[in-house]
């Protein structure tokens, strides 16, 4: 028989407020025309990433993504605090006006977004919100692909044959959008996992993991 979910485990995405693009906005120090900043790089089939530098342009005081990097957002999603960490990833190859947002995110489960947009991040994070939590891609203003996983944002109370057709959604989105890696979602999922190396990002910023610390997204600035 179908098992009756209590009602606290669903509507379990709470984000405080509506995302705007705003919040996945990376603020450059005053008067940087370019800078250096750490990079999430992501290893396929591989659960470590590599910690990497890369010089980012910046844009109407902007730091903004280049060639295959694109932003990737930690958000806050358990308290409703509204809080966003902002940071950059490497190795997904995702092209064009794109974005992914998952609240599968080990081991903490806020959601993460991995984007070329900032418009496209924000609407990625509201609509699983609305839905109570999944995966959702997004691309050229349009949703293309979603799994909804109302039960704590995590499980599914559809049938299983339901859901895995939706899961192959996700995967030939992601494909859509660029990325060829072998099992590229659990790359996604495993972005927040602080106790792999070497860098991950967390509710409380981005962590050197080969030093369980917090560290500085941007490392050095040139001046204009």
């Known amino acids: 028989p179908h098992y009756k979910w209590p009602k606290a485990s669903k509507n379990t995405v709470h984000l405080g407020k509506v995302l705007a693009q705003t919040d996945f906005e990376i603020p ?3 008067q940087a025309q370019t800078v250096t900043a750490k990079v999430i790089g992501v290893v396929e089939n591989q659960a470590p990433t590599k910690a990497l530098n ?5 844009v109407n005081g902007l730091v903004e993504p280049n060639k295959d990097i694109c932003q990737i957002a930690l958000v806050e999603r358990h308290r409703g605090t509204g ?5 950059f990833v490497s190795g997904f190859g995702y092209q064009g006006t794109m974005a992914i947002a998952s609240t599968v995110a080990h081991d903490s489960h806020h959601m993460i977004v991995v984007g070329t947009d900032r418009v496209m991040m924000a609407a990625a994070a509201n609509r699983l919100g609305a839905i109570g939590g999944g995966v959702t891609v997004w691309k050229d203003g349009h949703e293309i692909g979603v799994v909804e996983l109302p039960i704590a944002g995590l499980m599914s109370d559809r049938p ?3 859901v895995a057709a939706a899961a192959q959604t996700i995967l030939q989105a992601m494909q859509a959008c660029g990325c060829s890696l072998n099992n590229a979602f659990m790359q996604h999922s495993l972005l927040a996992l602080v106790v792999i190396p070497e860098l991950r990002i967390s509710d409380l910023g981005l962590v050197d993991v080969t030093k369980f610390a917090i560290t500085d997204l941007i490392e050095a600035a040139e001046q204009k």
């Open 83 to 87: 809080a966003v960490t902002n940071a």
């Open 28 to 30: 450059a120090p005053k």
């Open 160 to 162: 299983a044959a339901e």
């Open 54 to 58: 890369a010089d980012l342009p910046v």
